[in-house]
């Protein structure tokens, strides 16, 4: 059985079960700036489990297509993946721990056809400061679920996952009891961290066994369910939502009570074929076909750079067939991240120019069932991913010949060869670095700080000669000076905000007739871009924001009041933070030595005259108050 056909056969089950289908969500959601993508089937779906009514009743199911880029460090492993699609289905104050469990094993044994005995669930262990008890509830349910079955199924209390690595399993035992920091839901994570007024509540895991074989005892321990080993593979979670945080700490059962189930689809799949690898399932065993005639190697010698390039290049189609485009933005950089990083990858495989035009085509033969109304752009998927494939391509080869170069008359890089690298041929830092980690290239042990002196070192050379220079690129102090001191932190502010969050300073000109302001960014502004930024920066100036400085402890400044600078190697023990706005939730918060006004009031109207190149990967904008 094929994911196409297990999606299908879960939704049908559903219905039969009498669920309603939902629409999936896009995988960038319009109106949630809190995340970059779609990361779970419940997201979406919050507002009514927080209560509020759904038009389609109070049965719901879905197929979700999600995005995690937390994971993104852990793909080429067996089963880790940043793109995967979620199951789910949802009771909005209906059925409740019966039900649920019931169906979802009925649909695993029965639809699915995995065997009884290779199923484990685990089930909260409860948590007595807060009152709430074991949840024995669930456990009983499992229970007679696994008699029914044939199976008689033992009960163990683990506790924490850390227990478990040490006990490990005995024979018989199919549930197990953990603490909150496995099997409790709440937005916030565990128990002490449920928001004030939040629905909560305990779950219930359920893990298929791939054998202990699979288990590496010496790396993860003894194998039981909640182990980082890949003997257990976690393939659903029933949430169960029966207690509400209130406003002073404590805990209250709902009368309402919800249920939000989510499946992972290529993890059901694996367990069908019973192949922990879930890159053999039919999602993505067939872009690892591909990439293995395209490279002429083996998938079993080759896998973490395969399994890199089929989930990075999934995601970036998923992400482009929805109309995203790559960019320097939030979810823009990420698809091109996950661009180039899967590219970076094909070039260890001796994969040739273009192959996107390849793979990608593969790829969106398995995506054929997602409907329009998702994937509103896959005609014009590949041109956008070719294009972006072109453009890095050029920029790797010229870095790429370069660093070569530099090794061969040297055992290792300096920050100095990083950044010409950057500076010269537009090959970013962050790549250097992973291609220095993957060829086993050595990087000296203070790379990071040489670069940043580099850097600094190109700033102070583009500097005007102009007489009477201060620090921080101001011509003088004087009055019209230090007003457009203060526009350049705001600029820079609605830069992070609106553009990218990563840009930072590169160097800046202030006198008293304009700013002049370099920063990263690999692309020209856009007219829309540049009047966003226009109007976010008068905005702050109509609010007549104050601006206040302090000084604090460099680490403090850095890691509670998160502060932004550039070089807190080379920052003195105890520096200056500038703080635009309100102190608790700042338009900026600057290390720098001033000067400023005291208030955005008396700035004037920020006008942008220009924006152009000012070398590799760095623009430059000259702004005027009139």
């Not at 998702?374 to 294009?387: C, D, G, S, W, Y």
């Not at 060829?439 to 007489?467: D, G, H, M, P, V």
Request: proline share 4%; with cysteine.
């Amino acid at each position: 059985m094929n994911a196409n056909e297990i999606r299908q056969k879960f939704l049908d089950f559903q219905v039969k079960k009498g669920h309603k289908i939902i629409a999936p969500a896009p995988l960038v959601l319009e109106n949630d700036p809190t995340t970059l993508f779609t990361g779970s089937g419940m997201q979406p779906l919050l507002p009514y489990l927080l209560g509020k009514p759904h038009k389609d009743g109070t049965r719901l199911t879905d197929s979700q297509p999600s995005l995690r880029l937390q994971d993104i460090e852990d793909v080429g492993d067996p089963r880790h993946t940043t793109v995967f699609e979620m199951l789910g289905n949802w009771s909005l104050g209906d059925y409740f721990k019966e039900e649920q469990i019931r169906n979802f094993f009925e649909f695993l044994t029965k639809e699915v056809g995995l065997d009884p005995n290779k199923i484990y669930v685990t089930c909260f262990i409860g948590n007595e400061k807060y009152g709430i008890p074991k949840d024995d509830e669930a456990a009983a349910i499992w229970q007679n679920v696994f008699k029914e079955a044939g199976i008689d199924a033992k009960i163990a209390e683990i506790g924490s996952a850390e227990n478990g690595d040490k006990r490990g399993i005995k024979p018989g035992e199919h549930i197990f009891f953990y603490d909150d920091h496995e099997n409790w839901w709440s937005r916030g994570g565990g128990i002490e961290t449920t928001p004030l007024g939040d629905p909560c509540g305990p779950d219930s895991e359920v893990f298929y066994d791939f054998g202990d074989d699979k288990q590496d005892v010496a790396k993860y321990g003894l194998a039981h369910p909640a182990s980082d080993g890949a003997r257990f593979m976690e393939i659903g979670n029933q949430v169960f939502m029966q207690y509400r945080r209130k406003d002073d700490g404590t805990f209250e059962e709902l009368e309402k009570k919800n249920v939000d189930f989510g499946g992972g689809l290529e993890r059901i799949t694996a367990a069908s074929i019973d192949s922990f690898d879930v890159f053999k399932i039919s999602l993505l065993k067939p872009i690892v076909d591909k990439l293995e005639e395209l490279s002429g190697k083996k998938y079993e010698n080759n896998t973490a750079d395969m399994r890199v390039i089929a989930d990075h290049l999934r995601g970036a189609y998923l992400l482009a067939a929805q109309g995203l485009t790559p960019s320097n933005k939030a979810q823009g950089y990420a698809l091109r991240r996950l661009i180039r990083r899967a590219i970076l990858r094909a070039l260890d495989l001796n994969i040739a120019q273009n192959f996107l035009s390849e793979v990608i085509p593969t790829i969106s033969e398995n995506y054929t069932e997602l409907p329009d109304s998702i994937l509103t752009n896959r005609n014009e998927a590949l041109a956008v991913l070719e294009k972006e494939e072109n453009a890095f391509r050029q920029t790797l080869n010229k870095g790429l010949k370069e660093l070569r170069k530099i090794t061969k008359t040297s055992d290792q890089l300096t920050g100095e060869d990083l950044f010409r690298l950057q500076d010269t041929y537009g090959f970013p830092l962050e790549l250097s670095v992973e291609e220095c980690f993957r060829e086993n290239i050595k990087l000296s042990e203070n790379y990071q700080a040489e670069f940043e002196a580099a850097l600094n070192e190109q700033r102070e050379r583009s500097k005007t000669a102009s007489k009477g220079m201060f620090k921080g690129g101001l011509e003088d102090h004087g009055e019209q000076t230090v007003k457009y001191h203060t526009a350049c932190h705001l600029m820079l502010a609605a830069l992070q905000k609106l553009v990218d969050s990563s840009i930072c300073q590169k160097g800046s000109n202030i006198t008293s007739e304009r700013v002049r302001f370099d920063f990263n960014l690999d692309h020209k502004m856009e007219e829309a871009e540049l009047k966003a930024v226009e109007d976010q920066v008068n905005e702050w100036i109509a609010a007549d924001l104050p601006v206040v400085h302090a000084e604090y402890e460099k680490n403090f400044a850095k890691n509670e009041l998160k502060a932004h600078g550039q070089f807190w190697e080379k920052y003195p023990d105890t520096l200056t933070v500038y703080t635009i706005g309100d102190e608790n939730n700042p338009v900026s918060r600057e290390v720098c030595g001033g000067p400023h006004v005291e208030h955005t009031g008396v700035l004037g109207h920020f006008k942008i005259v220009k924006e152009e190149s000012s070398s590799a990967g760095v623009r430059r904008i000259k702004a005027i108050l009139e």
